[in-house]
């Protein structure tokens, strides 16, 4: 059974400019959820969908959205970028949301410049 | 304020040893997870928890949700064992992390 796939792994952009990072979960799993994840702050929970609804969402700025499709894969972007912004972007796919068990992706690993 | 806390924040252990990673919580939660974490690498679920305790080979994790607290134990600990290890709660289709604790076990 493949794994989650998260692309693209590593990306650089520059302050202002938008990012689209995507998530494929594992087949079956209908339930995708997003955190952020800094040496300062540690591990940050986006958002979670769940068959296409978004079920919950961190405390964010409007700045960082998101949506799933009707496969399951999920996109979040993130506008106006910040220098702060520069984190791993994890994903992780579940059967049934947060009481489920987990399975995550290998990030994507985001540099604003 | 945090939702979580988690102790020790490090922790070195010779191999071989017992090992005990604690995490309270101040929230009514659906659901505990335990995740380690390799340097450089992805996040591993080790255990979801609602109650009692589980079992995966040496590694136990134990919840009592009127304490709200959770432990997870390592039993012979061995140098691949050296990672962060996080807890998260969940109150409900939404997340709250402790900071992790970051072990290291020396052959």
């Known amino acids: 059974k493949a794994g989650v796939t998260q692309t693209p792994r590593y990306l650089i952009k520059t302050r202002g400019q938008q990012v689209t990072l995507s998530c494929s979960p594992i087949s079956g799993h209908r339930s995708v959820s997003w955190y952020q994840q800094t040496p300062g702050q540690g591990l940050q929970f986006l958002f979670e969908y769940f068959s296409e609804t978004q079920r919950n969402k961190g405390n964010f700025p409007g700045r960082f959205s998101g949506r799933q499709f009707s496969n399951s894969r999920s996109e979040m972007n993130v506008s106006t970028l910040e220098l702060g912004d520069s984190a791993l972007y994890l994903c992780?796919?579940?059967?049934?949301?947060?009481?489920?068990?987990?399975?995550f992706g290998e990030g994507s690993r985001l540099t604003v410049l | 304020k945090n939702e979580v806390e988690q102790s020790p924040q490090n922790l070195t252990a010779q191999e071989g040893e017992f090992i005990t990673i604690n995490c309270s919580y101040s929230v009514g939660i659906s659901a505990l997870h335990w995740l380690q974490q390799h340097p450089g690498g992805g996040i591993v679920s080790l255990f979801m928890l609602s109650s009692g305790k589980k079992k995966h080979g040496r590694l136990i994790a134990t919840i009592n949700i009127q304490e709200k607290h959770s432990s997870l134990h390592i039993t012979a600990s061995h140098p691949r064992d050296s990672a962060v290890y996080i807890c998260a709660v969940s109150p409900g289709n939404q997340f709250y992390f402790g900071t992790g604790t970051s072990l290291t076990v020396i052959p």
């Open positions: 992780a796919s579940s059967g049934r949301g947060a009481d489920g068990e987990l399975f």
